[in-house]
């Protein structure tokens, strides 16, 4: 008896413990639909300030407890606690989907700037304007060029024929030789007149003379021999005498700068300042008046130390168009090393007429002093009365000469130069210099102009420059 009252009272106080759960239960229904209700208000103001999600984001399933919370409460008896549902409560997570789209969304997005491709039309357009810009430049270049490239035809022309070319084929310039220009054209020869002064060399003679005549006012030329290389003699003065001046213009010598003669410039022959003591002071233009007035070896071998010896001499000879003028020895050179041309002394007077080489107080300094020669017994011998004469005379026993250049009182000027080669100090060849330049002086002061070979006719021909049979070739 006793176990089934137990039995039957534990039953009966079961009862009314459901029964209280079931009530308990219901109790709580408004507060979960309370919680509800504020989950989908909340819900719904997150999806109104979050954007959709992409479509290729999944959507996560949502972690609200309130399923299990209610879930539990039906199948559970004891109920829980208030704490417990706070804290489920304050533990609700929110959307992940929607916080990491806010994220996503919050980031600034890069815009990417595409370059801008130009059409091969603009292409074209542009190469086409560069094209024509330098087109247009190198033109311009090219027409400057074009033009001084002419001048420097023509100015090489006119060297090669005012650089008292002769009738032959030109001859090759040396290596860094630049031919000056002269002041007048070798026109036509003076036929006529050359004649004459072939006839004065007398028949089976063993004179050897070289001549170049040019008239500065029309170019009429007589040319025997010219480029034939002679002894210099004291006509190798002159262009020392130039490159003395020369040196003045350019600051290098002073004319009242003092020289001092020493010992080994002390030489014999023509001069009288060998007879001074070595240690005499002289002034620079009074040395280089000496050395042409009275032709004294003594005053050309100090200028020639001044001026930078022999070699530098040679050089600027060579850099005037001289062609065969050079000093091998120091004066009086009884050797006759020391070599020149008619052709290359009438071409330094000319380039000095012009005014080139020097300035023009250097140049008339020069023909004042070359005036003054004292030894008048070639060209001068032959000149009338009122002619003036600016020369130089060189004389050894093999050879001897003259060149100047004469002004007639008519108004004629011409340059003449001869050199004559001769036998041991044969007088003949003095009388024929004296006798050139007569015979020239009175064809000058005879015509109005010099008389020059008439057009070719059966028995005669005109010789053009580059053809003639009385020039020799340069040595």
Do not use: C
């Amino acid at each position: 008896m006793a176990p089934f009252l137990r039995f039957k009272n534990s039953n009966a106080s079961s009862s009314p413990s459901r029964f209280d759960t079931s009530r308990r239960a219901e109790s709580l229904e408004p507060l979960v639909s309370q919680l509800r209700q504020r989950q989908q208000t909340r819900q719904q103001e997150d999806r109104r300030k979050t954007p959709p999600p992409r479509r290729n984001r999944t959507r996560q399933p949502s972690s609200s407890p309130l399923p299990l919370l209610i879930a539990d409460s039906r199948k559970k008896l004891n109920v829980p606690s208030p704490a417990s549902s706070r804290q489920s409560r304050s533990l609700a997570p929110t959307d992940p989907p929607a916080a990491s789209v806010s994220t996503a969304s919050s980031r600034p997005r890069v815009i990417r700037k595409q370059k801008r491709r130009f059409s091969p039309m603009i292409y074209g357009a542009r190469l086409l304007i560069l094209g024509i810009g330098i087109g247009v430049i190198s033109g311009t270049v090219l027409s400057v060029l074009s033009s001084l490239g002419r001048l420097g035809s023509s100015a090489a022309t006119s060297s090669a024929n005012l650089g008292l070319e002769s009738q032959q084929s030109p001859t090759p310039t040396p290596v860094g030789v630049e031919t000056l220009p002269l002041s007048v054209q070798l026109n036509q020869e003076i036929k006529n007149l050359k004649q004459q002064i072939l006839a004065l060399t007398p028949e089976n003679s063993n004179l050897k003379p070289g001549v170049l005549l040019l008239d500065l006012d029309t170019g009429g030329y007589v040319d025997i021999n010219s480029e034939s290389a002679f002894m210099a003699a004291s006509t190798i003065k002159v262009p020392i005498l130039v490159a003395f001046f020369q040196a003045v213009d350019e600051g290098k010598i002073r004319l009242d700068e003092t020289l001092t003669m020493q010992d080994k410039h002390i030489a014999g022959g023509s001069g009288d300042m060998q007879y001074k003591p070595a240690g005499t002071e002289f002034t620079a233009l009074e040395t280089a008046t000496k050395m042409i007035v009275v032709s004294d070896n003594t005053a050309t071998n100090m200028l020639i130390e001044r001026l930078g010896g022999a070699e530098f001499l040679n050089q600027k000879f060579l850099d005037w168009g001289l062609k065969n003028t050079v000093i091998r020895d120091v004066l009086p050179d009884l050797r006759g090393t020391n070599k020149t041309t008619p052709r290359d002394l009438v071409n330094l007077l000319t380039q000095l007429n012009q005014g080139g080489l020097v300035s023009m107080k250097s140049r008339d300094r020069i023909f004042r002093i070359m005036e003054k020669t004292e030894n008048d017994s070639l060209l001068p011998s032959g000149l009338g009365k009122g002619a003036v004469i600016a020369h130089k005379t060189g004389n050894l026993k093999l050879v001897t000469g003259d060149v100047g250049l004469i002004d007639l009182p008519n108004g004629k000027r011409y340059l003449l130069a001869v050199i004559v080669e001769r036998n041991e100090e044969d007088s003949a060849a003095e009388s024929l210099i004296r006798n050139i330049s007569k015979t020239v002086y009175e064809d000058f002061s005879r015509s109005p102009e010099p008389e020059t070979e008439a057009e070719s006719t059966e028995d005669s021909e005109v010789q053009d420059p580059e053809n003639s049979e009385d020039t020799e070739e340069e040595n």
